[in-house]
């Protein structure tokens, strides 16, 4: 398993692919950063810039990947919308859902975790 505490700014989002990348070497998939990415990025924009997370990824049963991003906001719940053609953000946890086996949250009374399973290499070849 892979842990990263981090200030959930743009800057950050790359570094922290980059290290989730190397953590899982050649398994490393795209479902997994772009499930990294969209976690982290919702925290940014609908908890607030700079706010202190932890990312955990570890492997689980049958070569599956369990992406994990806790954040203090309790009460910022993400949302599957289903955006319009011509709007220019909403897409977030669509895609996240499209991609991921399956998606939660686990509140908590002053934080929050949302996680995601993605399948490994083998399930999607």
Not at 1 to 14: D, F, N, Q, S
Not at 67 to 84: F, H, K, N
């Given at each position: ?14 570094l922290l692919r980059q290290a989730v990348r190397a953590h899982l070497g050649a398994s490393a998939s795209c ?88 399948a490994g290499e083998s399930a999607t070849a």
């Open positions: 398993m892979i842990t990263v505490r981090l200030l959930a700014v743009p800057k950050e989002v790359p479902e997994v950063e772009l499930c990294v990415s969209e976690l982290v990025g919702n925290v940014i924009r609908h908890v607030g810039e700079g706010t202190p997370v932890t990312v955990h990824v570890r492997r689980i049963g049958d070569g599956r990947t369990r992406i994990e991003v806790i954040d203090p906001d309790p009460r910022a719940l993400p949302v599957l919308l289903r955006a319009a053609v011509d709007d220019e953000n909403g897409r977030g946890i669509a895609l996240l859902d499209a991609v991921a086996l399956r998606w939660g949250v686990r509140q908590e009374e002053a934080s929050k975790t949302v996680w995601c399973e993605v």
